[in-house]
C-alpha cells in the first residue's frame, strides 16, 4: 500500500521506511508538518502515519485540517506521548488509530493494514462470513456449517472483532483496545486464553481451522492461512 | 455522631466558651454590687439601732426610771406597725417594759448587736420575723435591748439573688448566642477554606482559597497561603513539563533504539545474532514498560488526570470475567451493581487488573475473591487471596516503587504495581489497605461514590 510518513525524527523515519519497504509497501517521507500536509493534500495515500509533535505544524492540527476539507483518509497518529488521555485527544481530533513510542513493527504493520482495509470494507455489515463460519451482529447469533454456536457476551465480542478484521492479523494490544477498551498491558497471558477459548467454540468440531496464532504477532481469523 | 462532631467543632467551643466567660463576668459584677448594698443597708440600720438605743441612754439620765420604764412601754407599743422591738430589765433580771422577752437567753455580759427570730401572731398566722437589736448597759445594772425589724434586709437579699439568677440565665443564653454567630463565622470561613484545601490537595492546584476582602488576619493568612499555591503550582507545572519532555526524549531514544535493533535483526544470519538482537529488542521492551509504568504513576499523582462519574461495579465486573479463564480456581465475585465513582476508567481498571494480577500470581490454586459492596457513601473493593500473604511488618513497604517483595524474584513483574494502586487511590480519594486475610492477604481499596 501507498503510505506517507511525516515524523521529523530523521533516524526513526529511515528505520521505519525502511521496515516497511521490506514488507512491500510504498512509503513517502516528509519531515515537518507544513510539507506533510502538503503532500498529504496532494498525494493520494491508502494511509497516513503522523508523528504527534511535528514542526511547523502539530501532527493534531495536520489532522484536524485534513478532515476540514473532508479527506477521510486513514490517519494513524504515532507519539511519544502516551498517556490514555492524550490518545483521546489524538482519536477526537479525527486520528483512526494512536500508537505510542517505541511501537513494535509487527504491531504498526497490523494496525496500518487494518486501517487501509477498513475503507470501503464490511466496515457496518451486519451479517459477516468466512467460509462456513456466519455472524449476525444485530441478532447477535453465530453459526457454522448451520449449526448454533452459543458464545457468552466477551466471546462474541471478541468474535465479531476478529471477524470484522478477517483475513488481517490482529495483535494482543489490538484485541485488548477493540474488545475490551484496555488501553493498559495486563502482563500474563490473558488474551490467548480467551482466543483459546474461543477457538474451542468454532474450530474444535471442524477439520478446517479459521483462527490462526500468528507468531511474534498475534491472530488472524481466515481460511486461507 | 452529629452530637461529637458538633462538639468537636469550633461553633460548640467558642460559643460555650463565649457563654461562660460572659456568665463569669456578669456573676463577678453583680456579686460586687449585692456585697456592696448589703453592706450599705447593714450599716444604715445599725447606726439607726445605735442612735434610738443612744438617745434612749440620754433619756434614762435625764429621767427617773419610772418615766424612761413609760417611754420605753410607749415605743413599745404596736411594734409591727412602728417595726421597733424593746425590752428593758433592772439589775435583778426583772422585766421593766418592752414587747419582746429575749433578754435573759442573752449572756448577761452581752452587749453591742445580735440577731434573733421572734414569734408574731397577725390575724390568724403566726409568722416569725427576724430581728437586729442593740444591747446597751445603762448603768446601775439596768439593760436596754433596742431592735429593728430585718425583714426587709432579707427580701431585698432574695430578690437579689432571684436577679442575679436571671441575669446569669440572660447572661449565659446572650452569651451562647453571641458565640455561636462569632464561631459560625469562623467556622463558615474554615469550611470554605477546607473546602477550596481539598480539591487543592486532590491535585487541582489552579484553585485558590477564598478571601473574603475584609483584610482581616484570617484574610492575611489566606492571602498568605494562596502564595504558597502559586509557587507549588509553578514548581509543579515545571517538574510535570520537564518530566514529559524526559518522557518524550525517552520515548524518542528507545523507539530509535528500537528501529535499529529491528533493522538489524532483518540483516542477521546466524543463530547466534538473531538470539542477541532478540535479548536487546526485550530488554528495549521491559526498559519501555518500566518508563510507562513510571508515567503511569506520574499521571495518578500529579492529579490532573480527568475524572468523569464511572460505573465502578461494571469495571470490577468486566475484570473478573476478563481474569476468569486464567485463574486456576473460580474467581468468587460478588459485586454490588451500580457504584458510581467519580474516577478515572483505565487507571481503575489497571488498578484492579494489577491485584488480581497480583493475587492469581502470589497466589496460585488458591480461590482468590472479589467483593465490591457499598458501605454509607464509600464503595469497599475486597481482593482476596489465600496465598503466603505478606507480613504484617512488610505491608507499609509493599506499595513502595520497585519494591519486590521476598520470594518473589521467580516471578514477573516490576515492582510498579501495587505503587501504580496507591497512586490511583490517592488520585480519587480513597484509601489503601493490605489486610491479614488468614490466611492470605485482602487488599482493600475505599473509594468514596461520586455525588448524585
Known amino acids: 500500500m501507498k503510505i506517507l510518513l511525516v515524523e521529523d525524527d530523521r533516524r526513526a523515519s529511515e528505520y521505519l521506511t525502511k521496515g516497511l519497504r521490506e514488507l512491500g509497501h510504498v512509503v513517502d517521507q516528509a519531515f515537518d508538518g507544513d510539507t506533510g500536509l502538503n503532500a498529504a493534500m496532494t498525494g493520494s495515500y491508502d494511509v497516513l502515519l503522523l508523528d504527534r509533535m511535528l514542526p511547523k505544524l502539530d501532527g493534531l492540527e495536520i489532522v484536524k485540517r485534513m478532515r476540514g476539507v473532508g479527506n477521510d483518509v486513514p490517519i494513524l497518529i504515532?507519539?511519544?506521548?502516551?498517556?490514555?488521555?492524550?490518545?483521546?485527544?489524538?482519536?477526537?481530533?479525527?486520528?483512526?488509530?494512536?500508537?505510542?513510542?517505541?511501537?513494535?513493527?509487527e504491531e504498526l504493520t497490523a494496525r496500518l493494514d487494518a486501517l487501509a482495509r477498513r475503507k470501503g470494507a464490511s466496515g457496518l455489515a451486519d451479517k459477516l462470513k468466512i467460509a462456513d463460519l456466519e455472524v449476525d451482529a444485530r441478532a447477535r447469533r453465530v453459526t457454522r456449517a448451520g449449526r448454533k454456536i452459543d458464545l457468552t457476551t466477551r466471546e462474541f465480542q471478541l468474535l465479531e472483532f476478529l471477524m470484522r478484521h478477517a483475513g488481517q492479523i490482529v495483535t494482543r494490544t489490538m484485541i485488548l483496545e477493540g474488545v475490551w477498551d484496555y488501553h493498559f498491558d495486563p502482563k500474563t497471558n490473558?488474551?490467548?486464553?480467551?482466543?483459546?477459548?474461543?477457538?474451542?467454540?468454532?474450530?474444535?468440531?471442524?477439520?478446517?481451522?479459521?483462527?490462526?496464532?500468528?507468531?511474534?504477532?498475534?491472530?488472524?481469523l481466515t481460511d486461507d492461512p | 455522631m452529629q452530637l461529637v462532631r458538633f462538639l468537636r467543632s469550633s461553633i460548640a467551643r467558642v460559643t460555650v466558651l463565649h457563654g461562660l466567660v460572659l456568665a463569669a463576668s456578669m456573676i463577678a459584677v453583680l456579686a460586687g454590687v449585692y456585697l456592696a448594698?448589703?453592706?450599705?443597708?447593714?450599716?444604715?440600720g445599725d447606726q439607726l439601732l445605735s442612735i434610738e438605743a443612744q438617745s434612749l441612754a440620754e433619756f434614762f439620765h435625764d429621767h427617773d426610771v419610772d418615766a424612761f420604764i413609760g417611754e420605753v412601754a410607749e415605743r413599745a407599743e404596736d411594734p409591727w406597725t412602728r417595726g421597733g422591738v424593746y425590752?428593758?430589765?433592772?439589775?435583778?433580771?426583772?422585766?421593766?417594759?418592752?414587747?419582746?422577752?429575749?433578754?435573759?437567753?442573752?449572756?448577761?455580759?452581752?452587749?453591742?448587736?445580735?440577731e434573733f427570730e421572734v414569734a408574731v401572731a397577725r390575724a390568724d398566722t403566726e409568722a416569725s420575723r427576724s430581728i437586729r437589736a442593740r444591747i446597751q448597759d445603762l448603768g446601775q445594772g439596768y439593760r436596754l435591748l433596742v431592735g429593728h425589724d430585718v425583714q426587709d434586709r432579707q427580701a431585698f437579699r432574695t430578690v437579689m439573688l432571684r436577679s442575679v439568677i436571671w441575669a446569669i440565665l440572660v447572661t449565659l443564653l446572650f452569651g451562647a448566642a453571641g458565640g455561636w454567630w462569632l464561631g459560625h463565622r469562623i467556622s463558615s470561613t474554615a469550611q470554605a477554606i477546607n473546602a477550596s484545601a481539598a480539591r487543592i490537595a486532590a491535585g487541582n492546584l489552579t484553585e485558590r482559597l477564598p478571601l473574603n476582602g475584609s483584610g482581616d488576619e484570617i484574610d492575611t493568612l489566606v492571602a498568605r497561603f494562596n502564595d504558597l499555591l502559586a509557587r507549588v503550582d509553578t514548581l509543579t507545572t515545571t517538574l510535570r513539563a520537564v518530566l514529559d519532555s524526559t518522557a518524550h526524549d525517552l520515548r524518542g531514544h528507545l523507539n530509535r533504539i528500537r528501529g535499529a535493533a529491528q533493522e538489524a535483526s532483518l540483516k542477521a544470519t546466524?543463530?547466534?545474532?538473531?538470539?542477541?538482537?532478540?535479548?536487546?529488542?526485550?530488554?528495549?521492551?521491559?526498559?519501555?514498560?518500566?518508563?510507562?509504568?513510571?508515567?503511569?504513576?506520574?499521571l495518578a499523582e500529579s492529579g490532573t488526570a480527568p475524572l468523569d462519574d464511572v460505573d465502578f461495579s461494571q469495571i470490577a465486573q468486566d475484570l473478573v470475567e476478563f481474569y476468569q479463564?486464567?485463574?486456576?480456581?473460580?474467581?468468587?465475585?460478588?459485586?454490588?451493581?451500580?457504584?458510581?465513582?467519580?474516577?478515572?476508567?483505565?487507571?481503575?481498571?489497571?488498578?484492579?487488573?494489577?491485584?488480581?494480577?497480583?493475587?492469581?500470581?502470589?497466589?496460585?490454586?488458591?480461590?482468590?475473591?472479589?467483593?465490591?459492596?457499598?458501605?454509607?457513601?464509600?464503595a469497599v473493593l475486597d481482593i482476596t487471596d489465600r496465598g503466603p500473604g505478606i507480613p504484617a511488618e512488610q505491608r507499609a513497604y509493599a506499595t513502595m516503587r520497585f519494591r519486590r517483595l521476598p520470594g518473589s524474584s521467580g516471578l514477573p513483574g516490576s515492582g510498579l504495581g501495587l505503587s501504580l494502586v496507591a497512586a490511583v487511590a490517592r488520585l480519587h480519594q480513597a484509601e489503601l489497605k493490605l489486610l491479614d486475610a488468614s490466611p492470605g492477604l485482602r487488599v482493600r481499596l475505599s473509594i468514596p461514590l461520586a455525588n448524585t
Do not use: M
Request: hydrophobic content about 40%; proline content about 5%; aromatic content about 4%.
Open chain 1, 78 to 105: 504515532l507519539s511519544a506521548l502516551d498517556e490514555v488521555d492524550e490518545r483521546v485527544q489524538g482519536l477526537r481530533a479525527g486520528g483512526d488509530d494512536y500508537l505510542a513510542k517505541p511501537y513494535h513493527l
Open chain 2, 87 to 114: 425590752e428593758l430589765r433592772n439589775a435583778n433580771g426583772d422585766f421593766l417594759a418592752g414587747n419582746v422577752v429575749i433578754l435573759p437567753e442573752l449572756k448577761p455580759s452581752n452587749s453591742g448587736f445580735t
Open chain 2, 325 to 378: 479463564p486464567v485463574a486456576d480456581e473460580p474467581l468468587v465475585s460478588e459485586i454490588t451493581p451500580g457504584l458510581i465513582v467519580r474516577g478515572h476508567r483505565q487507571l481503575l481498571a489497571q488498578s484492579i487488573s494489577n491485584l488480581l494480577d497480583n493475587a492469581l500470581k502470589y497466589a496460585p490454586h488458591t480461590p482468590v475473591g472479589l467483593r465490591l459492596t457499598r458501605e454509607g457513601s464509600i
Open chain 1, 190 to 220: 490473558v488474551i490467548d486464553v480467551h482466543i483459546s477459548r474461543l477457538r474451542q467454540a468454532i474450530d474444535k468440531d471442524f477439520t478446517v481451522q479459521l483462527l490462526h496464532t500468528v507468531r511474534g504477532a498475534g491472530y488472524t
Open chain 2, 270 to 298: 546466524t543463530p547466534e545474532e538473531q538470539q542477541s538482537i532478540q535479548t536487546v529488542l526485550g530488554e528495549i521492551d521491559r526498559l519501555s514498560d518500566t518508563l510507562q509504568g513510571l508515567l503511569r504513576i506520574a
Open chain 2, 37 to 44: 448594698t448589703a453592706r450599705l443597708i447593714a450599716t444604715e
